[in-house]
């Protein structure tokens, strides 16, 4: 266990339809990031938070956003969704100021648009 | 923009057999990371290589760094089936902080009787 908590693990949604992924970081962790996993893509990195700012972005999509809460939790908002969306999503974190240390990565919420 | 590339992207190995597992990334950066994915599972961190020349073992894997060539090797000796999984490495976007990890498109483990 890594320490990080994604809700839900399974979405099932139409398209169209808006959701929102939920992603606890390991406590005293003050970076999320928030990647998207899908056959063809392969893992793409979606966008990092840092203590409630967004700190870097990636290859998200306009129909998606994301922030983080003061008690540094995040969310991740996909709308609009398409059939194409369907894809693991993962949310990891790190501790910020310690420069040699890796993501750690939640379980996942596995998203299928139908 | 940096570019991650292992290669294979799939392979099948016997049990008892040695292989290694290639990771080349574009531009500089001086942090390598190696997971391990089980299918549909999440990743699971298994080095952390953090200066030119760094080589960590765990088990019958075995990692190591080059930053001048750009390139990291996961070597496998002796396979074993519990090694079968999808394997990914991954690099800092810059070399400083604690920046997006870029990752490589994974190889596809499969070790067979």
């Known amino acids: 266990d890594s320490g990080v908590t994604q809700t839900p693990k399974h979405l099932i949604t139409a398209t169209g339809q808006r959701v929102t992924l939920r992603c606890s970081p390991r406590s005293g962790d003050l970076s999320v990031y928030w990647y998207q996993q899908s056959l063809d893509q392969g893992l793409q990195f979606l966008i990092q938070?840092?203590?409630?700012?967004?700190?870097a972005k990636g290859n998200i999509l306009e129909r998606f956003s994301a922030q983080q809460f003061p008690d540094l939790h995040s969310e991740l908002n996909l709308s609009s969704l398409e059939l194409g969306d369907s894809a693991l999503y993962f949310c990891a974190s790190s501790p910020q100021g310690l420069r040699n240390t890796e993501a750690f990565f939640g379980q996942g919420t596995r998203l299928t648009v139908v | 923009e940096l570019k991650v590339e292992q290669n294979p992207l799939f392979l099948s190995m016997q049990e008892g057999k040695n292989y290694t597992i290639y990771c080349n990334y574009s531009t500089t950066s001086d942090r390598l990371y190696w997971y391990r994915q089980d299918p549909g599972k999440s990743l699971e961190s298994l080095f952390v290589?953090?200066?030119?020349?760094a080589v960590k073992q765990e088990g019958r894997l075995m990692a190591s760094l080059d930053t001048k060539a750009r390139l990291s090797t996961l070597h496998i000796t002796a396979a074993v089936h519990d090694l079968s999984a999808t394997y990914f490495c991954a690099v800092d976007r810059v070399n400083s902080g604690n920046t997006p990890l870029v990752f490589g498109k994974g190889t596809r483990l499969s070790v067979i009787a």
């Open positions: 938070y840092y203590n409630g700012e967004e700190r």
């Open positions: 290589l953090l200066s030119n020349g």
